[in-house]
Structure formats: C-alpha cells, structure tokens
C-alpha cells in the first residue's frame, strides 16, 4: 500500500510538538510492516540550513495563487525507510517558524496546492493520504473537486488524524474561491463552514473516508460540547467513520536500558538505585540539593492546553514541605516568567530550563520521580508514557490520552501506574502532589508501583496494527 503522510512536522526533521513524533513513527512503524510510506512537508530554513546536502532535486512545479505565482522546487530524502518529500516554496516556507505568521491561510494553501500537483511529478501514486490536523486539511476537497475523475487521482482515500481540536484553520469565505480556486457553493451549502467561517478542519472531517482521533477516550470527548471545541455537532452525524487509536511511543529512541543520555541504564531488577543514581548525577548537573527528597520533573510545551497554572499555585508549598521541581520547556511568555520568578526564588528546589534540550530531556524522564501532566485537555499525550518507561510515575488530570494511559492510584490502588486527578484546580493538582508525597514515603509502595510503570508497553506496533485496519477497507 502507498501511504502518503501530509502535515506540518515530522521527526527527526521538524518539531514542534507530539504531532511530529507520531507522524515520523506510525510512518517507521508502517514501513516495518512492509508498507510503502512517504510524508510531505514544507521545505522549512532550518531544514534547508541543516541538511541540505543530503537532499536530491526530483522536479519543479508551478503554482497558481490568487494573483502570485509560484515555481517550487521538489526535493527528496530517505530515512529509516521512508520517503520524506520537501516542497521548496520559499516565498512561504523559507522562515523560522513552523507556524503563527500573518499569512498562514495564504502559506497553508500553497502547500495544498503544491501537494496536489507533485505526486505524478514525483510517481508517488497514494492509496491512502493520511491528514495531520488542519494546515492541509483542505486537500480532499482539492483534489475531489478538482481532479476527481482523473485517473491517477480517482482511487485516493483519505484519513484524517486529529491530534487536536482547538486548531480548526479557520478563514474567511471568499478565500475557498481565492485561494484555492473551488466554487463559493461549498462553503455556502456547508461543507466547509464552520460557526460562519471557513475551516480547513471541518473540510478535512467532512471530506475523509475515515477520522481517527489519538486515543479512545478522545474519540468519546470529540462527541460533547466540553471536549470537542464545538466539532461535536459536525462530528456527531459522522461518528460511524470516526475511531480512537492510541499513539505509541517510539521505543528505540525511549528505551531505559540503551539510552546514551542517561548517566546509568534503568533495569527492572535494579529500578530503585539505578534511578537514585541518576536523579543524583541530575541534582548535581543542575546544582539542586537533597536528591533523597522526592523530585517533579516537567518537560513541555508551555501552553495553556499543558494545565502549567495548576503547578504554578502550587510551588510555594510543596517547596516549603521539601519537594523539588525541575522543568524543561519553552512556549507563553508569562508562563515562562512565572517559572523563571520560582527558579530565581528557591535556587536549590526548582529548576527552570528554557528550550528544548533533548539529552536533558531523557535525563529528566529517567529522573524523577514523578512526572507532571496536569493537562486542560490532552488527546493523547506523549510524555507521560515516556516517563512510565522509565519507571516514572507520571500525575496526571483524567482527561483524554491521560485516563487511557495511566492508571491512577485512587482508582488502582496496588495496580497503579501512577496518581489521578480529576478536577482542573490547583487544589485538586494539590492533592494528588500530597498522595505522591505519601507514596514516595512509603518505599514499598513506590516501587510496586513503579516496577508496574516500567513494564507498560506502549509500542508502534499495537498502534499501527490499528491504522492498518482503518486503511485496508478503503482501498
Ligand atoms: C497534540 C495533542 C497531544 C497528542 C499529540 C500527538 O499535541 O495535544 O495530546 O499527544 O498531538 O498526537
């Protein structure tokens, strides 16, 4: 099967958050199951700076937008077995960031548009194009309305994935004729328009052969108001072809006993001292005191989705009653503030790193001894089956991925993963710090249920076992 992965990130190339670890590893996981696996994405100036020269020229193609037009060259590489295609639109893409600039209608459209166009440039003819979110979610539309009855293109099916429905890719009207060319009728009888606005994320809903969403539970949320940011009136009529498949982790990259960041490998018949040493080497690294006193580790992005208010109302006590922080992360400016004002405030208790520094990263999931994901909402969520790996306990809000991969101690006592709670408050987050604390003092206890964490298995395989039963019917 030819599988076409359209987006905006992928590892190890482009990332910004867990969407470019799940398309990079559900492709790798695919192509070990023998499936013929491509993704798309824009040539970004980081990725044109770092590599390059590792890139071959495969074409050009012309592009029509509105009043501009446009030559992008084509560029391929390979990795792990995938096909990775680079759209080099510069007018666009020769920037930053990823996202957030003020023509990000204009930028997303070209990408469609190039997308649409590459394929018989490139022979990469797809059985399947898999959607990541909104930036290309208007693609279906594209190529149905455009070239439906064109042989090469006809016999597409497409799934749409969605890691998060906050971003619906909303823009107004007259652009579906503008920018991409289709007839105003579509926004008009409502396949696109979504609460007076047109939406790239709709279209995608409306258009794909099948949605999937990165848990089940979120598959249920997507269904009510509260946890759909309204997509629950579009999705609802459609929820035969909607499906919630678990992400997984990459467990090449996350694997306790290999990994070259880590100052001792974890091994289950040594968890508790391997951890203690690394937790020390940690303390000393970051100049904090006390590694006997249990540790918080938080690596993030810093967005208010992450639920980071809640641990902010909560630092000055549990400073006080001997708990230590260590964050990693970058995002809002005040969130960041507010973490830099705690780092400055209690030196030898709370470090805030800002950015992302991958062998930090590891060495904080190995570390400590919980990990914080008190999430607002949370589709999948990747950390925290990183931090069970390592025997971390990961406390969590039950909220979407959360609830399908931790079990929390409340509700499992023995059997538990890790520490739940339910309410989004700082006293609820409070609580389940305090019910940490009592199990870390109850060393028993903490490694009964850390030994339980260590053994979860969340691989790839599982998980693209399930998008392979999504694809097969559709072609
Ligand atoms: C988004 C979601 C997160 C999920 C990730 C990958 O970032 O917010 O919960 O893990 O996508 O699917």
């Known amino acids: 099967m030819n599988i076409l992965m359209v987006g905006a990130e992928a590892n190890p190339y482009v990332k910004v958050g867990g969407l470019g670890d799940v398309v990079y590893s559900l492709s790798k996981a695919l192509v070990h199951q023998g499936e013929n696996v491509a993704i798309v994405l824009p040539y970004y100036a980081s990725v044109k700076a770092n590599h390059h020269k590792s890139m071959k020229l ?17 560029y391929t590489s390979t990795l792990d077995g995938i096909t990775y295609y680079w759209v080099d639109l510069q007018y666009y893409f020769d920037r930053p960031n990823i996202y957030g600039y003020y023509d990000e209608h204009e930028r997303w459209a070209a990408f469609v548009h190039a997308v649409h166009w590459m394929l018989p440039v490139v022979g990469f003819q797809p059985d399947i194009i898999h959607i990541h979110d909104w930036p290309a979610g208007m693609l279906p539309v594209v190529i149905q309305t455009i070239d439906g009855h064109n042989d090469f293109y006809k016999t597409i099916k497409f799934v749409l994935t969605i890691h998060s429905p906050a971003f619906l890719g909303d823009f107004p009207p007259p652009l579906v004729e503008d920018f991409y060319n289709l007839p105003m009728s579509l926004y008009e009888e409502g396949a696109l328009r979504f609460h007076n606005q047109a939406s790239t994320l709709k279209a995608a809903i409306v258009y794909a052969d099948h949605i999937t969403t990165v848990s089940p539970t979120h598959a249920k949320e997507l269904l009510t108001p509260e946890g759909s940011f309204g997509l629950h009136e579009v999705l609802l009529p459609l929820q035969h072809k909607l499906t919630g498949i678990l992400n997984g982790i990459d467990t090449d990259e996350w694997n306790p006993i290999s990994d070259p960041h880590l100052t001792y490998p974890i091994h289950e018949k040594t968890l508790a001292e391997d951890k203690q040493k690394n937790k020390e080497a940690l303390f000393q690294q970051l100049g904090l005191d006390h590694p006997d006193l249990p540790l918080f580790g938080l690596v993030s992005r810093l967005t208010f989705q992450k639920g980071i208010g809640l641990i902010l109302d909560n630092i000055d006590h549990f ?7 260590v964050f990693l992360g970058s995002g809002e400016a005040e969130l960041e503030q507010r973490l830099r004002e705690f780092a400055f405030k209690y030196p030898s208790s709370v470090k805030f790193i800002q950015g992302y520094n991958n062998p930090l990263a590891h060495q904080i999931y190995a ?6 994901m008190p999430s607002l909402f949370e589709p999948c969520g990747i950390a925290q089956m990183i931090a069970l790996r390592y025997g971390t306990l990961p406390i969590v809000r039950e909220t979407g991925g959360l609830i399908d991969t931790v079990k929390g101690y409340t509700h499992y006592k023995e059997e538990a993963t890790g520490i739940s709670f339910h309410h989004y408050s700082g006293d609820s987050l409070g ?3 305090n019910q940490a604390i009592d199990v870390y003092n109850n060393k028993a206890n903490l490694t009964k249920l850390r ?3 260590y053994k979860e298995n969340n691989n790839w395989k599982r998980a693209s076992n399930s998008y392979l039963t999504i694809y097969q019917p559709l072609i």
């Open 58 to 74: 495969v074409g050009d193609i012309s592009i029509h937008l509105s009043w501009r037009h446009h030559t992008a060259q084509l």
């Open 319 to 325: 400073v006080n009653v001997g708990a230590k922080f």
């Open 367 to 372: 570390s400590s001894d919980f990990f914080l």
């Open 431 to 433: 609580w389940a710090i």
């Open 451 to 453: 030994l339980k964490a």
